[in-house]
């Protein structure tokens, strides 16, 4: 009788045991597919060598960084799953278009290439450079938004040398480094300049444009309407 027990409390607690390992590797399941889903890749795409790009055009609803280096490559960080995006840029001559993929708008993208003339922000997208070491470059934001980010250490002198042109017509332009001149044409939009400006101001500005600069620079011109205004904070 004793013994009969024994054998059946053994049973039960294989039961027992065989019901709570079952329930540990569901769990882990779960949270293996959950960690998937939050999961992402990092794909790095080449660019030819021949190509020597100049121009970046971000499509309409496209996040694009753009960054400065000694080889072109574009890293794109995005879901860990199984779509189709298609084909996410196209190079004609010296243009890099960023285009929409078939499932969804790329993000995350950043361009690598080793000098930069002009930036393309078309309707609702977002770009980001960091200009140095650029001594000139020209921003056309068509309702989309451009931000020149440099982040200067304390205590380091960041140098006007930076010659700008900006085109828009709407949008918004942020420029958080120094420069040494603007030349802007503006129909609509707005452009905040949050760092030094070193020689010369050229300003053209219509429909409810708005100019914000941090200081006075040595000369400066404005050609406006009575909808556009210049802000000076110093």
């Not at 939009?189 to 444009?209: E, F, M, P, T, Y």
């Amino acid at each position: 009788m004793k013994t009969s027990t024994n054998i059946l409390l053994i049973y039960v607690a294989l039961i027992l045991a065989f019901i709570l390992m079952l329930f540990i590797l569901a769990k882990n399941k779960a949270n293996e597919i959950e960690a998937n889903k939050d999961g992402t890749v990092v794909t790095t795409i080449p660019i030819p060598s021949e190509a020597s790009i100049n121009v970046v055009v971000v499509d309409s609803f496209c996040v694009c960084q753009i960054n400065l280096s000694d080889s072109a490559y574009i890293t794109w960080t995005h879901p860990d799953d199984s779509l189709d995006y298609g084909d996410l840029f196209k190079i004609s001559h010296d243009t890099l278009y960023v285009i929409k993929s078939p499932n969804r708008e790329p993000e995350d993208l950043v361009v690598h290439c080793p000098a930069i003339k002009t930036v393309v922000a078309r309707h609702y997208s977002t770009v980001t450079l960091a200009p140095t070491p650029l001594d000139s470059l020209t921003i056309v934001a068509d309702n989309g938004e451009v931000r020149l980010w440099e982040y200067i250490a304390e205590g380091v002198e960041n140098k006007e040398v930076l010659d700008l042109t900006v085109l828009a017509d709407s949008g918004m332009v942020l420029v958080n480094t120094a420069f040494k001149s603007l030349n802007a044409t503006m129909n609509g939009g707005k452009l905040v300049a949050q760092q030094a400006i070193g020689q010369s101001v050229n300003l053209n500005l219509r429909n409810k444009a708005t100019v914000s600069l941090a200081n006075s620079p040595a000369s400066m011109t404005v050609k406006t309407d009575q909808t556009s205004k210049v802000v000076i904070d110093d």
